[in-house]
């Protein structure tokens, strides 16, 4: 199994423009709050579950992957995923499911341009399209670099 080091290596070897960086700030955080709120909006039974119960369980399936390769970095993920969680549940019920799936998905289109003129700066296709893994290390990465800000050291 690969450490999230070497993942995050990788992936820094792709990001290397300055511009590209940029972009990756700017659209990843939007792409994934715009898929926690997509899930969100997948009815669930009224009896056994509560709106956002996909995306609850994307974000635990998530946390699992990413706890397994660097404790820090998922306890990192999971406030994030927390944050972004409670604001998705208050737009639902601000909303409404229909109108919070319609601002996600228009999120997540503006969000995705952004990444490919971000990679046409870089001169290199997204990591994702060799490794669908690299969808999660995005994140990741992002926050890495957050927690190197802020004085943390390691992603282990």
Known sequence: MRTMQ???DSYS???QNPTNQVFHWLCVPPIVWSVIALLWTIPVPAAFLRPGAWSVLAMVLAFYWYWRRSHRLAFALLLAFAV?????NFLYYRLGGASLCYLAIGVFVVAWVGQFIGHKF????PSFLTDLSYLLIGPAW???KLLRRLGFKQTT
């Open 6 to 8: 070497d993942w995050l």
């Open 13 to 15: 070897s792709d990001h």
């Open 84 to 88: 972004l969680g409670l604001l998705t």
């Open 122 to 125: 870089e001169g290199r296709r």
């Open 142 to 144: 992002l926050m890495a």
